[in-house]
């Protein structure tokens, strides 16, 4: 006899002690038309009725029943249907339980997912950091893996394998008074065993029971009656706690609601209180969120320094604005890179799609900086995880996405996005600018990290033009006439403005960008931009139809002739503008940017299942149990 000819038959053992009598004949009739080929049913009531193939246990002592039915079952070499409640499973669901149990031997109990019948949703499992339990949409249900291997635990319907009914019970001690905790006691006592539980995600068995009695809640003095026999106990009890699944359905339940709008954590804590790139790129893009109209529901996160220096409130007060992240949400999107693994944690705890911007991975190529403030020894792995774990990265530029996909071998299932910054005018001029104002000074443009490049250039133009005058922003050099050194970091907004407006021309020297939005606003302004000739600098170009124009070099002698051209008005050279634009030449706007973030989020989810969730989980959990 092969394991599906055993399985055809199985027998049924349903408590009905707290069933009102009115109501019982009513519910075990339906549970015999509904399990018809059952060969035995067991049915503790608190009176007997007269039925042909069932035992029927009178009285208060249910357990009593489900020894027998143990027993029976056992005798029979037949499957055992547990219900500790009045619920309807059909034959179907014991069969497609058993086909789940016969994938193992190692497979001991099946327990299907209750479906809520006044929501039509399905409870998600039970878990005490959770006790307002979530309800899954189908679609959420559906993003599951089709089953959970599972510590034991009792439910009101676990199907058990006849393989070890067949063999002698566990020795059960006389005092439980209940069926719950002495289900628990001989689960746990085949778990020792090596038997495991199968949570079967497909398998849907309907309920109309309060939330309050879907899942058996132990008493205290249950939970003394497990411990002299099962010394692992509480131990038992803290792994089923501690199963991924909890978490990665209760990110399930936050991707795909039923009757509500999704739900996204935007973090913008990168927005610092002074002025450089990061903060100037994430109030863009604030700003174009604030102009978006959507059902979603966007929630942003900024450090308290930035809501008060930025005046965030009242500049965009029709923003949802938190300081800390909370709750389970449909995405994180972490606008910046994480520094550490540390930041992951957060990003996954609190989204069930989860990406982070990736404005460039010039802190991991660069390696050594001069003066200090080298990237965090973890930097390497963190990117490793996110290319194989995070679900999505965004990035600035074309550029930037690929140097992270050449250095860190994402996994096929990273999907990316460029979302760009704005090159449109009216964004990118400087409210102090006029175009074409010049003062006769060229501005090298940078900071004091090597791969700005800024000392140097600046000290080739000065030895090229001697009797032109200099600003290096970003640099402090050695004292040469004509050359003013700024340091870059400290400086208001207003005054690096005022720095591009004024020059006449803007010379952007950098090794390696992300971007580069100093280079919009100088074109913005309508300014000659001396630049290093890369891919980056001819995608820019690609985006942008502005007044000023784009001159490359890639060598000493091209940078004496882009900066003669720049100060003759001499053009021939420059790189053509607007390629990448539509054929009305509508330039990126913040909010066309904020606009692709919302796509590449809802796009994502469309054909999202939990996965990679799971996996982020499993990693995540094990380098924190390394961690202690």
């Given at each position: 006899m092969n394991?599906?000819?055993?399985?055809?038959?199985?027998?049924?053992?349903?408590?009905?002690?707290?069933?009102?009598?009115?109501?019982l004949k009513a519910d075990f009739d339906a549970l015999r038309l509904a399990c018809a080929t059952a060969d035995a049913f067991v049915v503790t009531a608190p009176i007997s009725l007269a039925q042909a193939g069932a035992t029927f246990i009178v009285g208060d002592s249910p357990t009593e029943g489900l020894i027998h039915a143990m027993n029976l079952a056992g005798s029979r070499r037949q499957d055992l249907l547990v219900l500790l409640a009045a619920l309807m499973p059909a034959d179907v669901h014991v069969r497609a339980l058993q086909r789940v149990l016969e994938a193992d031997p190692m497979f001991g109990f099946a327990v299907p997912r209750l479906l809520d019948e006044s929501a039509e949703l399905v409870w998600a499992l039970p878990h005490p950091e959770y006790p307002e339990q979530k309800?899954?949409?189908?679609?959420?249900?559906?993003?599951?893996?089709?089953?959970?291997?599972?510590?034991?635990?009792?439910?009101?319907?676990?199907?058990?394998k006849e393989a070890l009914l067949a063999n002698p019970l566990p020795e059960i001690?006389?005092?439980?008074?209940?069926?719950?905790?002495?289900?628990?006691?001989?689960?746990?006592?085949?778990?020792r065993k090596g038997f495991r539980a199968v949570v079967a995600n497909r398998v849907i068995v309907r309920t109309s029971l309060p939330q309050d009695e879907i899942y058996p809640k132990?008493?205290?003095?249950?939970?003394?009656?497990?411990?002299?026999?099962?010394?692992?106990?509480?131990?038992a009890t803290s792994t089923y706690a501690g199963l991924p699944a909890h978490k990665v359905e209760h990110l399930c339940a936050a991707a795909f609601p039923l009757d509500k709008p999704r739900s996204i954590i935007i973090d913008c804590r990168a927005i610092l209180p002074v002025f450089n790139g990061t903060t100037k790129a994430g109030l863009g893009l604030m700003e174009g969120f604030s102009q978006l109209e959507t059902d979603l529901e966007l929630h942003f996160l900024l450090q308290d320094v930035a809501l008060e220096a930025h005046h965030i409130y009242e500049r965009f007060p029709n923003l949802t604005i938190h300081t800390q992240p909370f709750g389970e949400h449909a995405a994180y999107l972490y606008m910046r890179q994480p520094w550490g693994i540390g930041a992951l944690h957060d990003i996954h705890s609190h989204g069930f799609f989860t990406a982070c911007y990736i404005l460039d991975t010039i802190a991991w190529d660069i390696l050594y900086v001069h003066g200090g403030g080298a990237a965090p020894p973890d930097l390497e792995e963190t990117y490793n995880i996110i290319a194989r774990y995070l679900d999505g990265i965004m990035t600035n530029s074309q550029y930037s996405l690929d140097r992270f996909k050449e250095r860190f071998s994402p996994?096929?299932?990273?999907?990316?996005?460029?979302?760009?910054?704005?090159?449109?005018?009216?964004?990118?001029?400087?409210?102090?600018?006029?175009?074409?104002?010049?003062?006769?000074?060229?501005l090298v443009f940078g900071n004091a990290y090597d791969h700005k490049d800024v000392l140097p250039t600046t000290?080739?133009?000065?030895?090229?033009?001697?009797?032109?005058?200099?600003?290096?922003?970003?640099?402090?050099?050695?004292?040469?006439?004509?050359?003013?050194?700024?340091?870059?970091?400290?400086?208001?907004?207003?005054?690096?403005?005022?720095?591009?407006?004024?020059?006449?021309?803007?010379?952007?020297?950098?090794?390696?960008?992300?971007?580069?939005?100093?280079?919009?606003?100088?074109?913005?302004?309508?300014?000659?931009?001396v630049i290093r000739d890369s891919a980056l600098c001819r995608e820019i170009a690609g985006y942008c139809a502005l007044p000023?124009?784009?001159?490359?070099?890639?060598?000493?002698p091209?940078?004496?002739?882009?900066?003669?051209?720049?100060?003759?008005?001499?053009?021939?050279?420059?790189?053509?503008?607007?390629?990448?634009?539509?054929?009305?030449?509508?330039?990126?706007?913040?909010?066309?940017?904020?606009r692709r973030v919302l796509d590449f989020v809802t796009e994502s989810l469309e054909d999202m299942d939990a996965g990679r969730c799971l996996d982020r989980e499993k990693i995540l959990r094990a380098i924190r149990l390394t961690a202690r």
């Open positions: 394991m599906s000819d055993k399985n055809k038959n199985f027998s049924v053992f349903v408590d009905l002690t707290s069933c009102p009598s009115p109501r309800l899954l949409s189908p679609r959420a249900l559906a993003a599951l893996p089709e089953r959970w291997i599972a510590p034991e635990f009792t439910a009101p319907c676990i199907l058990i001690p006389a005092d439980f008074t209940a069926c719950a905790p002495l289900l628990q006691y001989v689960l746990q006592a085949y778990r132990f008493q205290e003095a249950d939970l003394e009656r497990l411990k002299p026999g099962l010394p692992a106990a509480e131990m996994q096929p299932a990273l999907k990316g996005c460029v979302t760009l910054h704005s090159t449109a005018p009216y964004e990118n001029m400087p409210c102090s600018a006029t175009a074409g104002a010049e003062t006769g000074y060229m000290y080739r133009l000065h030895e090229m033009f001697p009797e032109r005058r200099i600003i290096a922003f970003g640099a402090k050099g050695i004292p040469l006439p004509q050359v003013e050194y700024l340091e870059s970091g400290e400086l208001p907004e207003e005054t690096v403005e005022e720095l591009i407006a004024g020059a006449d021309v803007f010379v952007f020297p950098s090794w390696y960008e992300g971007f580069g939005m100093p280079v919009v606003n100088a074109l913005a302004c309508g300014k000659p931009v000023g124009v784009l001159l490359p070099f890639d060598d000493v091209s940078l004496q002739a882009a900066a003669r051209a720049a100060l003759a008005r001499t053009f021939s050279a420059a790189l053509s503008q607007g390629a990448a634009l539509d054929e009305n030449k509508t330039p990126v706007s913040w909010k066309t940017c904020a």
